[in-house]
């Protein structure tokens, strides 16, 4: 071999390639090495050596010019390898490429996108890590600390892949013990109220405040534990009234607001609910009388079980703003739409229901080998799903004056008039 390589003082190592073509004509390069090592550089500028030697004529490597083997991608910046690493995640339908760009335009690229690609170090990774600590968020303060961790690994993942596409020896994201934030909310208050008492769900299911549309769908949703956008994938022939004790529901797809597309499951697999009987006269109810009158006509097993007015899937977005909406006409508060499947789990553990088998309602997915072969019987997650104390209210509000108390005198005390409901309105 007729390369030499010298290290450079600000590190790295360049190597100064002297070869020749099959045919006698001269070829030589200069280039930094990208490596970490002399051992490795000598490697190399071997394999580089002979590469150019047998593939090359004078002037050099002509890949790019001659479009055989395209741009060598540890030229680029780091802006630009994250930005193609976004486009290429976006063309293989992952669903989260579109906030990974998201993340990487407001607060990676402002950091270290001008540095190369082959000069990320992981000094550049705790710079990363010191940056996003004092990045201000749009909910108010700064970045939480799960989103901090989101976006670090993000990129470690984006550098994981240069460095399996072998335009990297090494990923330079790494960062020492201690340096990631801890694992925590933000607002380590909020988490203990993000659920629903069953009141408020009998409300939220029984009120005529709330659209009819709107009820089936929070029924659907708080007595099913299942995903907003699951909830708009449902179709009529996806509940099956005859199962026994109670219906089954199927929940084979999710519905996308971002990109108006059907997918699978979060997790890939097909969720198998028992419907708690609370929801099958919701349903019944819905499928006889209420689809029909919000849609003009009789549905059919291939309709969408809870449309829009339009016939289409319900928009999660726009879902959360019609959830607001009712619960400030409720006078409830404020909660993520998504806390509905936090009160299913934690109002059938409150009733007595086994952790595992509302796992297996919720999370389909195998933990580990040994539940491959475990499938917990449909008895069993029936009786898990009774275990939600929830009915529907039924009546008319009725306001009765309150009696009046008596003092240890025998004497009656003025008392205001109680409203008391046999319903919800």
Not at 115 to 132: C, G, I, M, N, T
Not at 409 to 419: A, M, N, R
Request: proline share 6%; charged share 30%.
């Amino acid at each position: 071999m007729t390369a030499t390589v010298r290290k450079f003082r600000t590190g790295g190592y360049e190597v100064d390639i002297h070869t020749y073509t099959p045919d006698g004509l001269p070829i030589r390069e200069r280039v930094k090495a990208p490596v970490g090592s002399r051992a490795a550089a000598q490697r190399w500028a071997g394999l580089r050596e002979t590469h150019l030697a047998l593939e090359h004529g004078p002037g050099g490597c002509r890949c790019k010019a001659d479009g055989e083997g395209g741009e060598d991608k540890r030229l680029w910046t780091t802006e630009k390898y994250l930005l193609d690493w976004c486009a290429q995640r976006e063309a293989e339908d992952v669903e989260m490429a579109p906030k990974e760009l998201q993340r990487f335009r407001d607060h990676v690229i402002p950091c270290i996108g001008k540095v190369r690609l082959f000069d990320v170090r992981p000094r550049h990774a705790h710079q990363l890590v010191k940056y996003l600590k004092k990045q201000p968020s749009a909910q108010g303060g700064v970045l939480a600390p799960r989103t901090i961790r989101n976006i670090f690994f993000e990129v470690r993942q984006a550098f994981q892949d240069a460095v399996l596409e072998e335009h990297l020896t090494g990923n330079p994201i790494i960062v020492r013990r201690g340096t990631l934030p801890k694992v925590a909310d933000k607002d380590p208050s909020w988490r203990p109220l993000a659920i629903f008492i069953a009141p408020e769900v009998e409300l939220l299911i029984s009120s005529h405040k709330v659209a009819p549309h709107r009820r089936v769908a929070y029924a659907t949703e708080f007595l099913t534990g299942l995903r907003t956008g699951q909830v708009s994938a449902l179709r009529i022939g996806d509940y099956d009234p005859t199962w026994e004790p109670l219906g089954r529901m199927l929940s084979p797809f999710a519905w996308n607001s971002v990109r108006k597309e059907l997918k699978g499951t979060k997790t890939g697999v097909t969720h198998e609910t028992p419907v708690h009987p609370t929801l099958a006269k919701v349903l019944a109810w819905w499928k006889l009388t209420g689809w029909r009158e919000w849609m003009g006509r009789a549905p059919t097993d291939d309709d969408l079980l809870i449309p829009n007015i339009n016939n289409n899937h319900r928009d999660s977005r726009k879902a959360l703003e019609d959830f607001h909406e009712d619960l400030d006409r409720l006078g409830l508060r404020r909660r993520r739409h998504y806390d509905s499947r936090r009160t299913f789990i934690s109002l059938g553990l409150d009733g007595g229901a086994s952790k595992d088998v509302l796992q297996s309602i919720t999370h389909p997915r195998p933990v580990d080998a040994f539940d491959m072969y475990r499938t917990h019987a449909w008895l069993a997650k029936c009786e898990a799903v009774m275990k939600l104390r929830i009915e529907l209210r039924e009546g008319a509000l009725v306001t009765l004056p309150k009696l009046a108390s008596v003092r240890r005198t025998g004497e009656p005390t003025e008392t205001k008039p109680e409203t008391r409901t046999g319903s919800d309105d």
